[in-house]
Structure formats: C-alpha cells, structure tokens
C-alpha cells in the first residue's frame, strides 16, 4: 500500500514539473508555474522521507535527524540567499546554485561505487561484474557531467561577480579535450574493470579541471550560453541519479532541466551567432581581440543631450521603444523606468520595451527585472519584433544596454561580434542612450551607435535620470 502511494505521489510530482515548466514560458503564469513545481518537490520530497521502503530489506529510511537536519540548514540558507540577492547579483545566484546540483550529482556517484566497490570484493565472478556494469556506465556519466556542471559553474560564478579574470593560453582547447578524453577513457575502463576504483578519482579530478579550463576562457558577454548550457548538464546528471535509484521523479525532473536548458542554449547561441561546438570545447570570448578582450579606440566625437531636452523629445513623440540592459538592473531603476512608461501613457504616447535574448548576464534577466516592475507582460517585444517597429519609432531609450545594440555587429566583419543579431535601434528618428560614461560595455568594444548623427548620449545613473525624467515630462 505504502508504494502505491509513493507512486502515485511520483506520478502526481512528474505531471507538476511538467506544468511547472509550461508555466514557466509565459511571464503572466510564470510565478505560478514556479510554486506548482515546488509543491511536486514537496511532495516528492516527503513522499521518499516517510513512504520509501527498500525492495529488498524492506527498510524504510533512517537517520531522520541528519535527514531533516540538512533540509532546515539547507532552506534557511536558499530562502535567505533568495531574499537578500539583488536582481544585478541573480545570475551569480542562478550559477552558484546550479554547481549545488552538479556537485550533489557528482557525490551520488561517488557514494553509489563506493556501496558497489564493497560487493565487488566480496563477488567478484563474471557475471556478478556483467549485471553490474550498465549501474558502473551511469555512475561515471552521472560523475563526469556532474563535476564539470560543478566546477564550471562556480568558475562562470566567480567570472559574474568580478573575482575570476578571462584566462587563456596557447593549445586550451587541445588540452581540454585530452582531459576529456581520458576521463572518458578512464570511465571506459572502469565499467570493463570494476574493481579499479582509483579509476573514479581520476575520471573525478580530470572532470573537475575540465570544467574550470572548459569556462575560463570565455567571455563575460557570453556567459548566458555558459549558465545554460552547464544548467543543462546538472539536469542530466540528475537524471543519471534517477537511473541510479530507480526513482522515476529524479529521472523525469533531471531530464526536463536537461531539455530544457539544451534547447535554450541552443537559442542562446543563434541569439549570438555562436557555434555550439565552440561553446562545448571552451574556444570563444577568450582571446584579446574577441568578447571580453580589449576595448577599441575612441571612434569619433558625440554629442550629448539634456535631460530636459530629452524629456521633451519623448513627450512629443508618438512612439518611444525603451531597451533595457544591465545598466538599468545595476541601478535597481526598474520601477522608476515602468513610473515614465505610465507618464508617457498619459500624454498619448505609445510606449513598448525591446527585449534582446541575452541583454544582462542569463537569460530572460530582463523580462524577470522588468516584470519585478509590473510593467505588462504584452509590452515586452522581442527582438525580431521590435526590429520591425523601428522604422516607425520616434524615439528610442536605451538604459545601460550597449553590445545588443552595437551596430558593427552587422557592418563591421573585424568586429568580435560580426554576425550576431542585434537590436536595431539606429532605424529609428531619434537615439537616446543613457550610459554612466563612455566605457565600453561587457564585450569590452566601442560602440559605433553612440558616434552616429542621430544618437545622443544621456549621461548619469539611470535611477536618477529617469526620476528626473519623469519630473520633466510631467511637466511639459
């Protein structure tokens, strides 16, 4: 009976994740699509915790205390990171609790070989080895994927909050795939030979370095691909895990998070004319002429506008298109942006945001940011869109985006971006970037959108220029 009921409430968990993650594609279910899936963790959570009874001994769990133990720590610790994270550090957190479950797939690996170790010396007959080595093949990818997850992610995590430099160096590549490669060999071997178990810690140490070398190279401007794609493989390590214990929730979660995150990487890299292969041996973003290198030179003189000026431009404008970056999110100016939206409103002015995949540091910052705001979620154009209405757009307002908008992305072949897909704000009558100052943006080039006839720069915090803005319009 007891099973039944864990199954059932397996089966109740799965279709959650599912409906969860549907949810999940539209800003307006969004939130409610996330405490769907929690309450099938929850459940699937408890349902092991009290209901799980072992096939052969029959026992139920043990060791209650150091069970509900880890779990008070852990939810003490998750909700206060959630609530304390400021929107410009939630990538940091994304990519720090991501290596948390590429690190916890690595150790189901570890503990599982280790209870297998222990009957391979007792049994160590042919056939005992043979009905054991598809359990050994998971244990090592579950191991491999889960490491690099590990690794790669606190690397990507040090990288977003500024403590870990780009690193490159003459043959990386070459020297990634040959850690791989004899970590895969390794793995080989030890699902032939079970009882090599020093195997394990060098599949673990090579897949480890793999996932630090894998990431070091690559540029800030390209870390949203990076934190997809690792998020993909901690989901299917998780789902190794599931194959591991049979649990039929693990495996369905685990492989959700894994088609997922390889589909929006997938998208990530059209989004940025990447090549996913490139991403998979580490090999953009990392060189001084590439994303994340050197800026360019001065390119010529700008002219800068006022902040009345400015105001009044947009409140006689029929349509003004706003592009947020990661300016707007580092001056925690969201809602002051959504209070001059409403003002716009008022004086007839039709107001929409151009939303780029990767503007900020992962994907979908913007639209979270934005929806934080309340701004309505039908406002929110994405590119391919917003890059139709353009040509009919009186005004654009950029705060804080730069490399999404740089228009050399498609006329300058030397550029570090040629070929990725840009919004493309210079069509419209009148350009106005607020910027801080002149300094190039993550992907450390100058911008030829700020030295064209059409654009002015609007200098200052954001926050501050948009409450001034707001006064000013107001007052028009």
Same mark, same amino acid.
């Given at each position: 009976?007891?099973?039944?009921?864990?199954?059932?409430?397996?089966?109740?968990?799965?279709?959650?994740?599912?409906?969860?993650?549907?949810?999940?594609?539209?800003?307006?279910?969004?939130?409610?699509?996330?405490?769907?899936?929690?309450?099938?963790?929850?459940?699937?959570?408890?349902?092991?915790?009290?209901?799980?009874?072992?096939?052969?001994?029959?026992?139920?769990?043990?060791?209650?205390?150091?069970?509900?133990?880890?779990?008070?720590?852990?939810?003490?610790?998750?909700?206060?990171?959630?609530?304390?994270?400021?929107?410009?550090?939630?990538?940091?957190?994304?990519?720090?609790?991501?290596?948390?479950?590429?690190?916890?797939?690595?150790?189901?690996?570890?503990?599982?070989?280790?209870?297998?170790?222990?009957?391979?010396?007792?049994?160590?007959?042919?056939?005992?080895?043979?009905?054991?080595?598809?359990?050994?093949?998971?244990?090592?990818? &579950?191991?491999?994927? $889960? *490491?690099?997850?590990?690794? %790669?992610?606190?690397? #990507?995590?040090?990288?977003? /909050?500024? +403590?870990?430099?780009?690193?490159?160096?003459?043959?990386?590549?070459?020297?990634?795939?040959?850690?791989?490669?004899?970590?895969?060999?390794?793995?080989?071997?030890?699902?032939?030979?079970?009882?090599?178990?020093?195997?394990?810690?060098?599949?673990?140490?090579?897949?480890?370095?793999?996932?630090?070398?894998?990431?070091?190279?690559?540029?800030?401007?390209?870390?949203?691909?990076?934190?997809?794609?690792?998020?993909?493989?901690?989901?299917?390590?998780?789902?190794?895990?599931?194959?591991?214990?049979?649990?039929?929730?693990?495996?369905?979660?685990?492989?959700?998070?894994?088609?997922?995150?390889?589909?929006?990487?997938?998208?990530?890299?059209?989004?940025?004319?990447?090549?996913?292969?490139?991403?998979?041996? &580490?090999?953009?973003? $990392? *060189?001084?002429?590439?994303? %994340?290198?050197?800026? #360019?030179?001065?390119?010529? /003189?700008? +002219?800068?506008?006022?902040?009345?000026?400015?105001?009044?431009?947009?409140?006689?404008?029929?349509?003004?298109?706003?592009?947020?970056?990661?300016?707007?999110?580092?001056?925690?100016?969201?809602?002051?942006?959504?209070?001059?939206?409403?003002?716009?409103?008022?004086?007839?002015?039709?107001?929409?945001?151009?939303?780029?995949?990767?503007?900020?540091?992962?994907?979908?910052?913007?639209?979270?940011?934005?929806?934080?705001?309340?701004?309505?979620?039908?406002?929110?154009?994405?590119?391919?869109?917003?890059?139709?209405?353009?040509?009919?757009?009186?005004?654009?307002?950029?705060?804080?985006?730069?490399?999404?908008?740089?228009?050399?992305?498609?006329?300058?072949?030397?550029?570090?971006?040629?070929?990725?897909?840009?919004?493309?704000?210079?069509?419209?009558?009148?350009?106005?970037?607020?910027?801080?100052?002149?300094?190039?943006?993550?992907?450390?080039?100058?911008?030829?959108?700020?030295?064209?006839?059409?654009?002015?720069?609007?200098?200052?915090?954001?926050?501050?220029?948009?409450?001034?803005?707001?006064?000013?319009?107001?007052?028009?």
């Amino acid at each position: 009976m007891e099973f039944n009921i864990l199954t059932l409430c397996y089966l109740v968990a799965s279709v959650t994740f599912i409906l969860g993650l549907k949810m999940l594609s539209n800003p307006a279910s969004a939130r409610k699509g996330n405490l769907v899936a929690a309450f099938g963790m929850t459940l699937a959570i408890s349902g092991t915790i009290f209901l799980y009874r072992n096939s052969e001994t029959g026992e139920h769990l043990h060791n209650y205390g150091w069970i509900f133990g880890g779990l008070l720590i852990g939810g003490i610790i998750g909700t206060l990171a959630a609530k304390k994270v400021k929107m410009t550090a939630m990538p940091e957190m994304v990519s720090l609790f991501n290596g948390m479950g590429g690190a916890c797939a690595a150790l189901i690996s570890l503990v599982e070989f280790n209870h297998l170790s222990k009957e391979f010396a007792i049994n160590n007959s042919h056939e005992f080895v043979a009905a054991h080595q598809p359990t050994i093949l998971i244990i090592v990818l &579950g191991l491999i994927i $889960g *490491s690099v997850s590990f690794s %790669g992610s606190m690397i #990507a995590w040090g990288k977003l /909050n500024g +403590k870990v430099k780009d690193l490159s160096f003459a043959g990386q590549n070459i020297l990634n795939m040959i850690f791989l490669l004899i970590a895969l060999g390794a793995g080989i071997w030890l699902v032939i030979d079970p009882t090599q178990g020093y195997l394990l810690y060098l599949i673990l140490t090579l897949s480890l370095l793999y996932g630090v070398l894998f990431v070091m190279p690559i540029g800030g401007a390209d870390m949203p691909v990076v934190i997809s794609l690792l998020n993909s493989f901690t989901g299917v390590a998780a789902a190794f895990g599931g194959f591991l214990y049979d649990n039929k929730v693990m495996l369905t979660g685990g492989i959700l998070v894994g088609a997922a995150g390889t589909l929006l990487t997938i998208l990530m890299c059209k989004a940025m004319n990447r090549s996913l292969v490139n991403v998979l041996v &580490g090999s953009f973003g $990392g *060189s001084k002429n590439a994303i %994340g290198g050197t800026a #360019a030179g001065p390119q010529g /003189n700008y +002219k800068e506008i006022s902040v009345s000026d400015a105001a009044m431009v947009m409140a006689y404008a029929n349509k003004v298109i706003i592009v947020p970056g990661y300016g707007l999110a580092v001056a925690q100016a969201q809602h002051v942006c959504h209070e001059l939206e409403k003002i716009l409103n008022e004086k007839g002015v039709e107001v929409v945001y151009a939303i780029h995949p990767v503007a900020g540091r992962m994907p979908g910052h913007m639209n979270v940011l934005l929806a934080e705001a309340d701004v309505a979620y039908e406002k929110l154009e994405e590119m391919e869109q917003a890059n139709e209405e353009f040509k009919t757009t009186d005004v654009v307002l950029i705060l804080g985006a730069n490399d999404v908008v740089n228009p050399a992305a498609k006329t300058d072949p030397a550029s570090p971006i040629y070929g990725m897909p840009i919004l493309e704000v210079e069509q419209a009558k009148t350009v106005i970037v607020n910027k801080r100052s002149m300094k190039p943006g993550y992907a450390g080039i100058e911008n030829d959108l700020f030295f064209q006839p059409k654009t002015s720069m609007l200098f200052g915090d954001a926050k501050k220029v948009l409450q001034d803005l707001c006064a000013e319009v107001k007052a028009v």
